[in-house]
C-alpha cells in the first residue's frame, strides 16, 4: 500500500503524485500495476463538495483512470453508486462490476435480472457487459464482533510473508506522510476523549434498544470492538440525525 487518505484535503497531492506514476507508466519506465480503492464513494463526493480543490482532484482521477487503464492504473469505487460524479460514471462505463443482495445493485451496475429476488449476505452477482454470474464472497473473518482484530491479524500474516517489500512511490516518500503501520486505534483515540467514547458506546446500546434489538442478540460487544470500529458503528446510528 502506497499511501492512505483520511481527509479531502489529501487528495489533490495524491492524485498528483498517481498522476506521476501514471507519467511512468505510460513512458515504459515503471510495469507496475496501481489500484485505487475507494469505500463508501457517496459519503466522500458528499464530504469534498464544499472543497473545490478536492472536486478537482477527483475529477482529476476520472481523467487518469480513462487515459492511463491500459497502461495499468486500476479505480474500485463501492457504495450505492447514487451521486453523480465523473469518476462514477468512468468506472461504470467498464461495465464490470460486483452487485451484491439486491437488484438496486444490478440497476446501478447496468445490468438486469428478472424475477430477481434478495439474496443472503455475501451472496452477488458480477456484472460483466450485462452479463451475470452468481457468486458469494468469502468473510475474512470468523466472528463479526472481532472482525477489526482478525482483519489485522490477515495483514500481520502478508506482512510477515512479505517483509522489507513494502511499495514506494516511484520518487520516494515526503517528509510529511505519516507511517502506514500505525495502529488504527490510534487515529480513533484522537478523535474522541475516553469519556466522550464511553458515552458513545451507551448511546449506541441505548439507540439500538429503543429498535427492539439489543446488541448481544446480534453478537455484537461493543467493549471488545476495535475504536474505529465502534466510531463507524456509531455513524451508521447517527448519521441521520
Same mark, same amino acid.
Do not use: F
Given at each position: 500500500m502506497l499511501a492512505v487518505a483520511r481527509e479531502p484535503g489529501e487528495l489533490p497531492g495524491l492524485v498528483a503524485r498517481l498522476a506521476a506514476e501514471c507519467r511512468a507508466l505510460a513512458s515504459g519506465e515503471s510495469d507496475r500495476r496501481l489500484h485505487v480503492v475507494i469505500d463508501n464513494f457517496d459519503d466522500l463526493t458528499e464530504e469534498i463538495e464544499r472543497d473545490s480543490d478536492a472536486v478537482d482532484a477527483l475529477s482529476e482521477l476520472a481523467q487518469l483512470a480513462g487515459r492511463h487503464g491500459a497502461d495499468g492504473l486500476h479505480v474500485i469505487i463501492a457504495g450505492l453508486l447514487d451521486t453523480p460524479s465523473p469518476l462514477k460514471s468512468r468506472v461504470l462505463n467498464s461495465g464490470y462490476g460486483l452487485g451484491l443482495r439486491n437488484s438496486d445493485s444490478l440497476t446501478t451496475l447496468r445490468a438486469y435480472s428478472r424475477n430477481f429476488k434478495d439474496l443472503p449476505a455475501g451472496r452477488g452477482h458480477?456484472?460483466?457487459?450485462?452479463?451475470?454470474?452468481?457468486?458469494?464472497?468469502?468473510?475474512?473473518?470468523?466472528?463479526?464482533?472481532?472482525?477489526?482484530?482478525?482483519?489485522?491479524? *490477515?495483514?500481520?500474516?502478508?506482512?510477515?510473508?512479505?517483509?522489507?517489500?513494502?511499495?514506494? *512511490?516511484?520518487?520516494?516518500?515526503?517528509?510529511?506522510?505519516?507511517?502506514?503501520?500505525?495502529p488504527a486505534e490510534a487515529a480513533a483515540n484522537g478523535q474522541v476523549s475516553q469519556r466522550a467514547y464511553a458515552l458513545l458506546k451507551t448511546a449506541i446500546a441505548a439507540t439500538s434498544l429503543q429498535q427492539g434489538l439489543a446488541l448481544t442478540d446480534i453478537g455484537i460487544n461493543l467493549d471488545e470492538m476495535a475504536e474505529d470500529d465502534v466510531i463507524r458503528l456509531a455513524e451508521s446510528y447517527f448519521s441521520e440525525a
Open positions: 458480477i456484472a460483466s457487459a450485462g452479463q451475470l454470474t452468481l457468486i458469494q464472497v468469502a468473510q475474512p473473518y470468523t466472528d463479526a464482533a472481532s472482525r477489526a482484530a482478525e482483519l489485522d491479524e *490477515w495483514v500481520g500474516v502478508i506482512q510477515a510473508r512479505y517483509p522489507g517489500e513494502a511499495a514506494e *512511490w516511484l520518487d520516494g516518500p515526503t517528509n510529511d506522510e505519516p507511517p502506514l503501520d500505525e
